[in-house]
């Protein structure tokens, strides 16, 4: 069966400091991978996704990053962490049957706070 | 562009019925789906609709699509305390199949 690994679970980092998020997905192959973010009582906003290895689409510009070293490892990144970074983060995937895509499977989450 | 919108806040008497409403953008939408987030959680599907449905049934859940007016809907019959929690709809559009674009949710409380 599939599984997602999305770590760490809480992380309180100072403003100005590096970020690395990562998310792994076990039993299935070459899935389609997402990095969402959901700030306090706001929705869920998708900030990256990427269909393969090495291939990532930006959503929206800001101070973050993101990388798929292997086909099932995503991570997220900045160099310097802004206050306005605080919220939840949720990696998720989902995978191609034939033409068709099937619904997204999430994470855990992250919450990060930037102090 | 793609854009969900949904109300941010249903309050509803436990036992009686709980409708969530979804409208959407893109007409290209091949699929609608809604998940719950439970507090602190990450989010899991609850169900979900192709477009060329206008209703699906699973035991107290409801989804309802007008693709004409590109609004969903969620009911949960016989609403009980397990229920609170925020329901999120989303879209997978098929014009950028990759991408599921999900709406503000809607927090769902229940009161005695």
């Known amino acids: 069966s599939q599984t997602i690994h999305q770590w760490p679970a809480t992380l309180v980092q100072p403003v100005g400091s590096p970020l690395s998020l990562e998310c792994t997905v076990e039993?299935?192959?070459?899935?389609?991978l997402y990095w969402y973010r959901q700030a306090a009582g706001r929705g869920l906003q998708l900030l990256f996704y990427?269909?393969?290895?090495?291939?990532i689409s930006s959503e929206v510009p800001q101070n973050l990053s993101a990388s798929r070293p292997q086909d099932r490892q995503f991570i997220l990144s900045s160099k310097k962490l802004l206050l306005s970074d605080s919220g939840f983060y949720l990696c998720?995937?989902?995978?191609?049957?034939?033409?068709?895509?099937?619904?997204?499977?999430f994470g855990q989450g992250t919450r990060l706070t930037v102090v | 562009g793609e854009d969900v919108e949904q109300s941010l806040f249903l309050s509803v008497r436990e036992g009686d019925s709980s409708v969530i409403n979804c409208t959407y953008t893109?007409?290209?939408?091949?699929?609608l789906y809604w998940y719950k987030q439970e507090p602190g959680a990450g989010l899991q599907l609850l169900t979900y609709?192709?477009?060329?449905?206008d209703m699906k049934q699973d035991q107290r859940l409801t989804v309802l699509l007008n693709k004409k007016d590109k609004h969903l809907s969620l009911r949960i019959a016989d609403t009980q305390t397990g229920d609170s929690a925020i329901y999120f709809c989303?879209?997978?559009?098929?014009?950028?199949?990759?991408?599921?674009?999900f709406g503000s949710g809607t927090r769902l409380s229940i009161r005695p």
């Open positions: 039993g299935t192959s070459n899935p389609n």
């Open positions: 609709i192709f477009s060329n449905m």
């Open positions: 990427s269909v393969g290895i090495g291939q």
């Open positions: 998720a995937w989902s995978v191609r049957r034939g033409s068709v895509n099937t619904e997204a499977f």
């Open positions: 989303a879209e997978r559009a098929y014009s950028s199949a990759s991408k599921i674009i």
């Open positions: 893109d007409s290209s939408s091949t699929y």
